[in-house]
């Protein structure tokens, strides 16, 4: 059974950081390109970051670009959102996506900046 747990959401100040984790089981994570993705309430759900499998470059949105950091770590079936400098336009659920000829989902984690 594919799985896709999200963790690391919470409440945070702007300026502050979160660390997101994403746990995989269930496929060949190293397989996968993994994607974290997110959605503010009334919003599309948008691109925020992605990793390729076996190397190669990331991507990032314009708006997180230099803020936000994607890792993963395939002995762990894990992948990270590293999060700094939030703004309260980060606020969103953040998706994890695993994407190689199909595509998995995660529940999603709610992270909320606010003051």
């Known amino acids: 059974q594919v799985q896709l747990v999200e963790s690391g959401g919470g409440l945070v100040q702007p300026g502050g950081s979160l660390r997101l984790s994403c746990a995989a089981s269930g496929f060949t994570f190293a397989n996968y390109g993994m994607s974290w993705y997110r959605q503010a309430s009334g919003k599309e759900r948008e691109l925020v970051a992605a990793i390729p499998a076996f190397g190669g470059r990331t991507m990032y949105a314009d708006s997180v670009k230099g803020r936000f950091t994607i890792s993963r770590v395939d002995a762990r079936n894990t992948v990270y959102l590293q999060m700094n400098s939030l703004k309260l336009e980060d606020t969103a659920v953040y998706y994890c996506?695993?994407?190689?000829?199909?595509?998995?989902w995660g529940q999603g984690t709610q992270v909320t900046v606010s003051s």
């Open positions: 996506n695993a994407r190689r000829t199909v595509a998995y």
